[in-house]
């Protein structure tokens, strides 16, 4: 377990440069005083790390030093080998450069993990898009791809769903995001960082500016957040429902996870007929009525009228459609 600490500290160092204790600490989850053993034992096998003092000090190596590690574990090369997804890659513009990559590193490992490494592949395979929906179209994927690695700002022309729909910005790029087969694009506009889904990009130019990356910025912390403040913020509306609890249970399969925690949150004890009352959130009255309607007879909307009234009219015209057996 400490050796393979110690490869860990020593190939952070190596790629990462000056590094202090707290924040190898944090690398490697454990507590300041093993780091400083650790390096300690490091320098006494022979390692040339050494200690810079001050407010911008910290460990590293000394220049030109560079291991030749070798050792990889069994595991470790079966992840790298499901870690290449070979439809975002493509999409990327880097499908020939993945290949490439796998075949170098096939003909690095030993026979026995190249072999495990290649059987991941027949054995794993990972589908981003969701069930039901194509892969949306992104014919400015690659174009933003290069102006991210090379940290240039573009300017696009972008479709939303508010008025004015058609808008012009000029962002500065700072990460690409693929979620349930959709990719975003992460950029700041104003030194407010700021989330566009790629499909919706009509044009794009790819401009000289150089981008000014923001210090310490977490491209899967900022893509967490903003995926929170979307689900906390979407749902701008509530309705009160009488649902079987047979409804509640197949709330999962049907609604969105949020929708269905605060369902299961608020809903009270079934009376005897198997029928119980709670609170749906929802985006709008116009979504309520998409949403709830995939309940069908299961589900009885109280409030708000406007949404009852929708589900009143639903039943008429569907009656209508549908009469009883023998009428």
């Known amino acids: 377990m400490r050796a393979s600490r110690l490869v860990s500290l020593l190939l952070l160092l190596q790629s990462r440069g000056r590094m202090t204790a707290p924040e190898l600490a944090a690398a490697l989850e454990v507590s300041i005083r093993t780091v400083y053993r650790d390096v300690e034992a490091l320098s006494a096998s022979g390692v040339p790390v050494y200690a810079e003092r001050g407010p911008t000090g910290g460990y590293r190596l000394l220049d030109g030093y ?61 589908d981003a898009p969701t069930w039901f929906r194509e892969p949306e179209p992104t014919p400015h994927l690659a174009a933003l791809a290069d102006a991210v690695w090379s940290g240039r700002q573009v300017r696009m022309r972008y479709r939303r769903w508010r008025t004015p729909r058609e808008v012009e910005r000029t962002v500065a790029p700072l990460g690409l995001v693929l979620k349930a087969g959709r990719w975003y694009l992460v950029a700041t506009v104003d030194g407010q960082a700021r989330t566009y889904r790629v499909g919706a990009i009509l044009e794009l130019t790819v401009l000289d500016a150089p981008v000014d990356r923001p210090d310490g910025f977490d491209l899967a912390h900022c893509w967490r957040e903003h995926a929170d403040r979307y689900e906390q913020g979407v749902y701008r509306a509530e309705a009160r429902v009488r649902m079987t609890v047979s409804a509640l249970e197949s709330m999962t399969h049907v609604f969105p996870p949020a929708m269905t925690r605060a369902a299961r949150a608020a809903a009270g004890e ?36 406007e949404l009852r009234e929708r589900f009143t009219g639903t039943a008429h015209r569907l009656a209508a459609l549908y009469p009883a057996p023998g009428g």
């Open 66 to 126: 560079r291991t030749r590690l070798t050792g990889m574990t069994a595991e470790e090369a079966e992840a790298l080998f499901l870690a290449g997804v070979p439809g975002p890659a493509g999409e990327l513009g880097l499908g020939s450069v993945l290949a490439a990559a796998e075949l170098k590193l096939r003909a690095a490992l030993p026979a026995e993990l190249a072999d495990r490494g290649g059987r991941i592949r027949q054995r794993f395979h990972l």
């Open 270 to 305: 079934p009376d005897a007929d198997g029928w119980l009352l709670t609170t749906v959130p929802i985006e709008s009255v116009k979504h309520g009525h998409i949403e709830l309607l995939k309940l069908g007879a299961e589900v009885e909307v109280l409030a708000p009228a």
